[in-house]
């Protein structure tokens, strides 16, 4: 178990962030929850130190925004679910879609009003391979084409119950 803030890894190489303080009540409603899933590319490999930095202040940011989810890097390419309010999921969103560290921005779920899937991590993290990746995006690709959200949201949850 981590100390609350450390990006230091549990045994299994997860890393564990909880969302606490004044956004519990906001986390525990799911009205006027938004998720929204994507996939990216780096616009260049990052290396331990950098995804390190990245993944603190997205765990800040998340925690006082009431934001969860998961990231997944492999390679140079990024797939992320975000849930949180609607309005600070949609900042970040848009943040990250104008971010200039990625490009090939793609949505592949946007929904309203549903469950959390990660609601204790406020930014689960796992490196993944590059077979795990074709595995993962084409699944989650497929399954965008008018699946429902629970299935592509239960597929993420599925994977990082499988890893951890």
Do not use: C
């Amino acid at each position: 178990m981590l100390v609350q803030g450390s990006l230091r890894p549990q045994q299994n190489g997860a890393h564990r962030h909880s969302v606490k303080g004044n956004r519990e009540e906001t986390m525990q409603n799911d009205e006027g929850l938004l998720s929204v899933i994507y996939t990216s590319a780096a616009t260049r490999l990052l290396d331990d130190a950098e995804l390190e930095g990245l993944l603190r202040g997205a765990r800040e940011h998340n925690a006082q925004q009431g934001i969860t989810g998961i990231l997944l890097y492999g390679d140079g390419n990024f797939m992320q679910l975000l849930e949180g309010p609607e309005e600070a999921v949609a900042g970040l969103y848009a943040r990250i879609r104008r971010d200039p560290r990625h490009h090939m921005v793609t949505t592949i779920l946007e929904e309203r009003g549903r469950g959390r899937e990660f609601s204790e991590w406020s930014m689960a993290y796992r490196r993944i391979d590059a077979p795990t990746w074709l595995r993962l995006s084409q699944s989650a690709g497929a399954r965008g084409q008018g699946a429902d959200s629970s299935v592509l949201k239960g597929m993420l949850a599925a994977f990082w119950k499988s890893v951890a």
